[in-house]
């Protein structure tokens, strides 16, 4: 059993998607910085400062906060802002790897647009060729 379960953890397609998950693990960190260090802030900015995840609905008569970190030990709050600015995140993480794969898609089209070499010619027409070429001196 421990055999199997090697071989089948060793086959290229499970190696593949494990790599694939860490790259992507560390791209996602890498996009999330983007999103909340630079596009945020300048978003931010051009609204005037508008933080959306600090929008929240009390659910409960005992909530009394203005923020929604308080809001939350007080009681049951709808916190809306929070999804808001998720759902945000999302659309623009998705747009940067769409960016992304889309200029790693051009590259991939320009190296396959490239001319091949010429392939080598057979054994038999380099023959030809050097039996043409002793004739032309003779």
């Known amino acids: 059993m421990l055999k199997e379960f090697r071989e089948f ?5 499970v190696v593949d998607l ?3 998950v860490i790259i992507g693990g560390a791209f996602g ?3 999330t910085s983007l999103v909340g260090d630079i596009i945020m802030p ?8 508008l933080d959306f995840s600090n929008y929240f609905i009390p659910l409960a ?3 009394t906060a203005t923020n929604l970190a308080d809001a939350k030990k007080q009681g049951a709050v709808l916190a809306y802002g929070s999804f808001l600015t998720l759902t945000l995140n999302f659309f623009i993480v998705a747009f940067v ?3 992304v794969i889309r200029g790693m898609n051009k590259l991939k089209r320009r190296q ?5 070499a010429p392939p080598k010619p057979s054994a038999e027409v380099e023959l030809l060729t050097e039996i043409r070429d002793l004739l032309k001196k003779a």
């Open 112 to 116: 396959e647009a490239a001319p091949a």
């Open 29 to 31: 960190a890498i996009v």
């Open 97 to 99: 790897l769409f960016m």
């Open 42 to 49: 300048i978003i931010g900015a051009i609204t005037g400062g």
């Open 18 to 20: 494990a790599v694939g």
């Open 9 to 13: 953890a060793m086959k290229g397609n």
């Open 61 to 63: 008569k005992s909530v």
